[in-house]
């Protein structure tokens, strides 16, 4: 099972196996309720501020994740069309605006550093978005995403794109990650999926290359207020400090987002245990799934 489980929700996405970037869109049902919870020291997002508590506009129409760094965040400008011509947007006296809230990785060291994701390519993620179960590996924003440089560039290995779903009492609670990060991978129990050590100490110093991010969407269809999915958000961010050593570091700008988008009446502790489940379970499906790419821009091999 992946986030697709959660009624009503769509994902797509945009792949350049060459230049090796990409995009996906999880397209959200409404009626919704969004939030976010950002620990990453270097985050590249958009319309995240509208996410916190107190804010005014609380459903959100889809959610971004791309690769490009900055430039990617241009692929939202391309989802905000498609849900223009469907009509789906924030009420205002002009019109629909499409609320779309997006974060970036960078993924500028892999390929081509020239080409990213932009208006086009978000269009195009947006109309693959389908209910199938996620595609998962090196798809989408997951395609250029790298994971393990803290311990130097010859430890660096292909990061990707991952998708599961737990369960708290009657409600479902999906997850997608985007394992895109400077530490090393572990599963939920702690056993090494990148080869580093969970008790190791740090490394001489981290490279100058190392800027990363993992990004998270979780998704429910227990009903939530926008103050217990920042909870949720937290506890799926629990998870990927504990799959992903170090994490949230100053060169990560890992974010997770989390949206209710059901009736399910479920206590918001269960629907957070479940989120941390989803999320590590996700990052493992990730790192499963990775598959050998050639850095053709550097000709080296980037597998595990």
């Not at 508590?53 to 400008?77: D, K, N």
Request: glycine letters at 14%.
């Amino acid at each position: 099972m992946t986030i697709t489980s959660i009624p009503g929700i769509e994902v797509g996405h945009w792949t350049d196996p060459v230049a090796m970037t990409g995009c996906t869109v999880v397209v959200v049902p409404e009626p919704n309720v969004a939030a976010v919870e950002i620990r990453g020291a270097a985050p590249g997002s958009r319309e995240t501020a509208l996410l916190a508590p107190g804010m005014r506009v609380e459903t959100v129409q889809a959610i971004l994740l791309a690769g490009g760094s900055a430039f990617g965040l241009a692929a939202a400008e391309g989802v905000m069309a498609e849900l223009e011509r469907e009509g789906r947007g924030h009420p205002t006296p002009v019109g629909p605006i499409p609320i779309v809230p997006g974060a970036v990785i960078f993924d500028l060291l892999m390929g081509d550093p020239a080409v990213r994701p932009g208006p086009e390519q978000g269009a195009a993620a947006f109309r693959s978005a389908s209910a199938d179960a996620v595609e998962m590996g090196n798809v989408g924003a997951g395609t250029g995403a790298t994971v393990a440089g803290w311990r130097g560039l010859e430890a660096v290995t292909k990061g990707g794109l991952g998708s599961a779903c737990s369960s708290a009492a009657d409600a479902l609670v999906g997850a997608l990650v985007v394992v895109n990060a400077v530490g090393d991978v572990f599963t939920l129990e702690g056993e090494p999926l990148t080869g580093g050590s969970p008790i190791g100490g740090p490394p001489a110093a981290i490279p100058d290359a190392a800027t990363n991010t993992t990004l998270v969407v979780v998704a429910t269809d227990a009903r939530l207020g926008r103050n217990d999915l920042v909870r949720v958000a937290v506890r799926s961010q629990d998870a990927v400090a504990a799959c992903i050593r170090p994490g949230h570091t100053r060169y990560d700008g890992d974010a997770a987002f989390a949206v209710s988008c059901g009736d399910v009446e479920a206590s918001v502790d269960l629907v957070g245990e479940a989120a941390f489940v989803a999320t590590g379970r996700a990052i493992e499906g990730a790192m499963q799934a990775v598959r050998p790419l050639v850095d053709e821009a550097n000709g080296r091999d980037t597998s595990s």
